[in-house]
């Protein structure tokens, strides 16, 4: 699928810690209400598709993208082997660097996005601005160790050795970030495909669809057709309490 150049995308200016109020926790009310008025940032919006960030976003001289809305998966391909990893709002990226083109054994990379997207350019004005208040700085340099923390967890969930028990521990991991607890169970908003789990878990997609039958036969994971979001049971298994447990332990 061909990237849409960015200036053919439909953009908009936000103010960044209204779209994103935990950025602005560390700031007192004076602060924040000066930060929040002149910390600006033109938002693009991505439709569902593969895209080429490289090409999307090539010598615009960002600090970044931070994401307000939506899913993306990146996907890392390594000889005839590939796996994700999912990134949702508040992530902080720099896509456009693709280190894995000058690694020995080449990387392929590429961007889906599978819920539209509203992706704020944090660009070098944008920095400009933010350095009055280091607090901020802080808290920008938090969200990027976020992400090596999220690929950390990744590579975790892939060497979990049942793919049931991957599954569960991805899905409890994206509720604890962005779920919303109801009567009826624990709702994960997000749209992710059989395809999509595969991929986040390193399975096949026969036996991820096979191991979210049993789930579900089971009572703990649930599939919504009308909208293909994911509701947990209200109270993670056992077996996930125990690892948690003894996760606390260490």
């Not at 990893?85 to 690694?103: S, T």
């Not at 976020?146 to 028990?165: G, Q, Y």
Request: with cysteine.
């Amino acid at each position: 699928m061909p990237t849409i150049p960015v200036h053919d995308l439909p953009t908009t200016t936000v103010r960044v810690l209204d779209e994103d109020p935990e950025l602005a926790t560390p700031l007192g009310p004076e602060e924040l209400e000066s930060a929040r008025r002149y910390a600006l940032a033109e938002v693009v919006e991505l439709p569902k598709g593969t895209h080429d960030p490289g090409v999307l976003f090539r010598g615009d001289g960002l600090l970044g993208l931070l994401v307000l809305e939506g899913v993306l998966i990146r996907r890392v391909a390594v000889a005839d082997r590939h796996c994700g990893a999912l990134v949702g709002p508040g992530a902080l990226l720099r896509p456009w660097d693709d280190f894995g083109r000058e690694a020995p054994l080449p990387l392929e990379v590429s961007w889906r996005v599978t819920q539209p997207a509203r992706l704020a350019r944090l660009d070098r004005r944008f920095l400009a601005t933010i350095v009055r208040w280091p607090a901020l700085i802080e808290t920008f340099t938090s969200r990027a160790m976020e992400r090596s923390h999220a690929l950390t967890f990744n590579v975790a969930v892939h060497c979990l050795k049942h793919i049931h028990l991957r599954l569960l521990v991805l899905l409890w991991h994206l509720a604890d970030q962005h779920g919303r607890v109801s009567p009826t169970g624990t709702h994960v908003p997000m749209a992710l495909s059989h395809s999509d789990l595969a991929e986040l878990v390193g399975a096949a997609r026969p036996s991820v669809s096979l191991a979210l039958k049993q789930l579900s036969d089971d009572g703990l994971v649930w599939r919504n057709e009308a909208d293909g979001t994911w509701l947990l049971s209200n109270e993670p298994p056992a077996e996930l309490r125990d690892m948690r447990s003894r996760s606390g332990d260490g």
